[in-house]
């Protein structure tokens, strides 16, 4: 996998453009797009309670899981930040695709941020650290403007690999009419089944509560488990095992273990660390969609113990 800690520093364009450092010190201004998002849709979601229906319920649980657990957990990072499998290439940009409706950015975007995370975990440079404030690496980390050059830049030096697939530019460019296209089906299908009240419920539990929900569990892994928890693994950082980011995070919480085994499939070592997203992968497995899975720190398809 392409380490762009070994870019030459001194002769990169990428580096001339990109900003050199993250964090709180970094801040110069606002990205309006992001925080208009972010914002506009926890104000959606806070009209729930209001349009509450048990169909609704039942939309937003089924894509909290599917977007979260096969969107954001297997496809944006286990698959395309660290290559813990292999798989075709439709299914490939299926996952890529789920990650985006979960509501978190594009592909090449979330991948770039993890791997600098990665590369400079709890240092300077790392865009989330909670060393900056529990809130900063939980929300805020994603409010600093950057221009379109200095987050080309970014993408070419953090994810040179993805940045030439022509597929997932095409998802970073379309990724609000995904959105509106997910939305709009929702409200058509309540509305054509139970009225407006169900297709405005529909619309609500099923996009805004529910990109709410994965929103959170997600940057919990950034801040929580930074802060609180147990290590297997003595890390150069401050991740931690946190039981219960595992279970809403589908086996991202089990995080010091993670840092620990980067490219490992399998983020729970031990026998009570249940890994939701794994299981998926070892489905995939076995159904023949997914190869060259790292099950261990030992490699692909070894069946060595990564923890006693």
Request: charged residues 15%; contains cysteine.
């Amino acid at each position: 996998m392409h380490d762009p800690r070994e870019c030459d520093e001194t002769g990169s364009h990428d580096l001339a453009v990109e900003p050199r450092q993250d964090g709180v010190g970094a801040v110069s201004g606002l990205d309006w797009p992001v925080l208009i998002w972010i914002v506009g849709v926890h104000l959606a979601a806070l009209t729930a309670p209001f349009c509450f229906s048990w169909s609704g319920l039942a939309i937003c649980l089924t894509l909290y899981y599917v977007t979260g657990s096969f969107g954001v957990c297997m496809g944006y990072h286990r698959l395309l930040t660290h290559g813990s499998f292999a798989t075709s290439q439709p299914v490939r940009m299926f996952f890529a695709w789920l990650g985006g409706v979960s509501g978190e950015g594009s592909a090449l975007l979330w991948v770039a941020n993890h791997r600098k995370h990665h590369a400079f975990s709890d240092q300077d440079g790392d865009p989330h650290t909670p060393r900056d404030g529990g809130l900063w690496s939980h929300i805020l980390w994603m409010f600093p403007n950057r221009t379109p050059a200095e987050l080309a830049a970014h993408i070419s030096r953090w994810a040179p690999d993805l940045d030439r697939e022509r597929g997932l530019h095409f998802l970073q460019n379309t990724f609000l009419l995904w959105h509106v296209l997910i939305g709009s089906a929702l409200m058509a299908g309540g509305w054509l089944l139970g009225g407006p009240q169900l297709g405005i419920s529909w619309l609500v539990w099923g996009l805004a509560l529910r990109m709410v929900i994965v929103f959170h569990v997600t940057w919990l892994v950034n801040s929580a488990s930074h802060m609180w928890g147990y290590r297997n693994y003595e890390t150069t950082d401050d991740s931690r095992n946190l039981w219960w980011v595992g279970l809403l995070a589908f086996g991202e919480g089990w995080h010091n273990n993670h840092h620990a085994y980067q490219r490992m499939a399998r983020h729970g070592h031990r026998w009570w660390e249940f890994d939701a997203t794994y299981l998926g992968i070892l489905t995939l497995e076995k159904l023949g969609l997914a190869w060259n899975v790292v099950h261990t720190p030992y490699g692909k398809n070894s069946r060595e113990k990564a923890a006693n």
